[in-house]
């Protein structure tokens, strides 16, 4: 069966093929991190209308790569939450117009759910079960994993996701949208005596996190600052940010996995492609006994294959759950818990 997936949630427009047999056949990726750059964040209604131009000219680029045409497709899967409405609106009704013209059964899929399995597309995927590290611009959470659609919530944020702290520090240092990437590489020059930030909630004997108050840390250091606070110094607070984060994310993630006995634990999100919290994961890994698992680095962040897998996944236990009835809505706000087992 082949599923074409459609990405639309946030600033990426990603389109895939997945074959329950082959695998990944293709996909296509238009980010809109430029156009949204000059605002210091993502404005949606410029997301709404970009998704709008790229959908299409992506599901040509799709169709291509994978040397298939359009009745190749079995169904379609498209995000319907959560996200921006707008952005949401334009993949449910591109995938479900293009459900109605071809004669193809759609299915909603969770984009959480997506990333969560998105390492399963790699070529050592891990087995069920193991304990997942969501880590996103929107999300923090740890959670267990027994198979598709059963997710028990171990642990959360209760401010900030562990990606917003990254972009709003990032930003206090003057890097452009998102800044997470950018403030990890000038972490790399930092003297890490240099700054030493609190590490919030890393001693409160749950799995819970929160990251509102190292951004406020961040702010205090570069308000006590001069106005022409020097490279080297950024590159000092960046060090003492990407330490104190990385610290928690890991501590927490060994917790989980004392606590549940699993040997497995998975990274998904965009965070996940960050590499100091990879060497700090691997390192408490190798010390602790578990195997640790990434999603491809082009799989991290939003992306139109783990939309496409994640439907496969759900259509290869329940074909029936795709259908014809083309009415979509969309889910802004959904919480994973309320998906069923697949
Ligand atoms: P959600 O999936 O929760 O709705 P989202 O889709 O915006 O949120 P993702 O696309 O998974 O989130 O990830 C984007 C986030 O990942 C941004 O906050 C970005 O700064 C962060 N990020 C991406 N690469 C890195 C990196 N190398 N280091 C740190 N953070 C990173
Ligand atoms: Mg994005
Ligand atoms: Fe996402």
Known sequence: MIVLGVESSCDETGLALYDTERGLLAHALHSQIAMHQEYGGVVPELASRDHIRRALPLLTEVLSKANLNKQAIDAIAYTQGPGLAGALLVGASVACGLGMALDKPVLGVHHLEGHLLSPLLASQPPEFPFIALLVSGGHTQLMRVDGVGRY?????????????????????????????????????????????????????????????GLKTAVLTVVKN??????????????????????????????????????????????????????????????????????????????????????????????????????????????????????
């Open 225 to 342: 600052h001069p106005a022409n606070i020097c490279e080297q110094d950024k590159a000092n607070i960046a060090r003492g940010f990407v330490d104190a984060i990385v610290a928690v994310l890991t501590a927490k993630c060994t917790t989980a996995m004392k606590e549940s006995g699993l040997k497995r634990l998975v990274i998904a999100g965009g965070v996940g492609a960050n590499l100091q919290l990879r060497v700090s994961l691997n390192a408490a890994a190798a010390k602790k006994r578990f195997l640790v698992y990434y999603p491809e680095l082009e799989f991290c962040t939003d992306n139109g294959a783990m939309i496409a897998f994640a439907g496969a996944m759900r259509l290869k236990n329940n074909p029936d759950l795709a259908t014809r009835d083309y009415g979509f809505n969309v889910r802004p706000r959904w919480p994973l818990q309320e998906l069923v087992a697949a």
């Open 152 to 212: 028990q919530l171990l642990g959360e944020t209760l401010d900030d996701a562990a990606g917003e702290a990254f972009d709003k520090s990032a930003k206090l240092l003057g890097l452009s949208y998102p800044g997470g990437p950018a403030i990890s590489r000038m972490a790399e020059f930092g003297d890490p005596a240099a700054y030493q930030f609190p590490r919030p909630m890393l001693h409160s004997k749950d799995l819970n996190f929160s990251f509102s």
